[in-house]
């Protein structure tokens, strides 16, 4: 294995100051999430320094989310549209079709969240926009057999979803009820 000396501009080693500068870059200037072993590629370190640093960038205020696709800065007034909040409830098998239903109202899941006995709000990143990160997010599930939040709460949990117009929002839930996946009185 050979190791990468990543130079700051001065041709001197990166230090963990510059290199925290230059993820926070990364990160800013991508359209998309960057994954911690592409960061940690990019920057000679190991993906384990990556976690570390932004754990220590989310402690000094950094907004950074971790989705299952990667590190993305959260910068709401900059995604536009509108959210919601929708509560929901399914087993395990019907995760993909909700997912699929979501996405193909064109809305993009962002987050799931239950409310755990013990811990509170638990909140999971999602930023599901598209049929492929569905298949991806599934894919990660039952590979890692990680299992889902909402097993924690009998598969009741509550999405916050983002869509252009209240018009798609409000489509979404007539769909969503005609399947029998949103939680009603």
């Not at 960061?39 to 960038?57: F, M, P, W």
């Not at 930023?127 to 894919?139: G, K, L, N, Q, Y």
């Not at 890692?144 to 509550?158: E, K, N, V």
Request: proline share 4%; with cysteine; charged share 20%.
């Amino acid at each position: 294995m050979t190791s990468v000396l990543v130079l700051c501009c001065c041709g001197e080693p990166m230090g963990a100051q510059e290199r925290r500068n230059r993820i926070l870059e990364i990160l800013s200037a991508s359209p998309k999430p960057v994954t911690g072993a592409s960061l940690a590629a990019r920057l000679g370190v190991t993906r384990q320094v990556i976690v570390q640093d932004i754990a220590l960038l989310r402690a000094q205020g950094e907004s950074i989310l971790a989705t299952p696709r990667g590190y993305t800065i959260w910068d709401v007034p900059r995604s536009g549209g509108i959210t919601k909040l929708i509560a929901v409830k399914h087993d395990f098998s019907q995760t993909r079709e909700e997912l699929l239903t979501m996405v193909n109202a064109g809305v993009e899941v962002v987050d799931v969240i239950v409310e755990h006995p013990v811990y509170g709000q638990l909140t999971g990143q999602l930023s599901i926009a598209t049929p492929d990160d569905v298949e991806r997010f599934m894919e990660a599930i039952e590979t890692t057999q990680s299992g889902l939040l909402s097993s924690l709460t009998d598969g009741i949990h509550l999405h916050t979803v983002k869509a252009s117009d209240k018009r798609q929002l409000d489509r979404l839930e007539t769909i969503l009820q005609e399947k029998g996946f949103l939680l009603s009185d």
